[in-house]
């Protein structure tokens, strides 16, 4: 059981905007910046989202992230058959002196 | 060019031992911190331990904390992860990962070792 929980899966037909959530807690979320990751199956973590919602060079701004209390999201707009992957949230944990990281969601583009 | 080129992976029995490596280039390695993340068979992203810059700060995963050992060659920008007692459940590709201090964010990832603990 991660102490950050992600929905496992989420879906959208090309073009559409679809939204991966990710809730932890004040140690991690609540009082440390999110990153996000993408990893296409086969192939090492990507980092997409950094400091909440910054994207690093070379990343579509349909990838956008945002914040809130103890929770984080991922928006992906005008989906694109090449964002089918998972991605996953991470952030640093106060009380566990380390990273954690969302258990995953995997993006279907139908 | 940023690369990070893990190797040591393989084969190992319950309780055995495996020494990991990591090799950096294309950037200057002794000004970054570093983490070793593991993913298993089908499985997420687990984060497993943190070196600082200098090497005096060290974090683990309690998974792993009193067997792993996480250490780095600045003169060589060589990172490596020390395993000991190896279990079952601590079969996965372990990839090395940069740490960029002003984003704490991983910005680089190598392509990953496989260790698979099995008699």
């Known amino acids: 059981q991660s102490v950050v929980t992600q929905s496992p899966s989420a879906s959208g037909t090309p073009g559409q905007r679809v939204t991966i959530s990710c809730s932890g807690s004040s140690s991690n979320i609540g009082s440390n910046t999110v990153n996000w990751y993408q990893q296409v199956p086969g192939t090492a973590p990507k980092l997409l989202i950094y400091?909440?919602?910054e994207r690093p060079s070379g990343v579509p701004d349909r990838f956008s992230g945002s914040k809130s209390g103890t929770s984080a999201s991922l928006a992906i707009s005008g989906l694109q058959s090449e964002d089918e992957a998972d991605y996953y949230c991470a952030a640093w944990d106060d009380s566990l002196s380390g990273w954690v990281f969302g258990g995953g969601t995997k993006l279907t583009v139908l | 060019e940023v690369q990070l080129v893990e190797s040591g992976g393989g084969l190992v029995q319950p309780g055995g031992s495996l020494r990991l490596s990591c090799a950096a280039s294309g950037f200057t390695f002794s000004s970054y911190e570093m983490n070793w993340v593991r993913q298993a068979p089908g499985k997420g992203l687990e984060w497993v331990s943190y070196i600082s810059s200098s090497g005096r700060t060290i974090y683990y995963a309690d998974s792993v904390n009193g067997r792993f050992t996480i250490s780095r060659d600045n003169a060589t920008s060589s990172l490596f992860l020390h395993m000991n007692r190896l279990r079952a459940e601590d079969s996965a590709i372990y990839y090395c990962a940069r740490e960029t201090g002003s984003t704490s964010s991983f910005d680089f990832w190598g392509q990953g070792t496989l260790v698979t603990v099995s008699s």
């Open positions: 400091t909440d919602n």
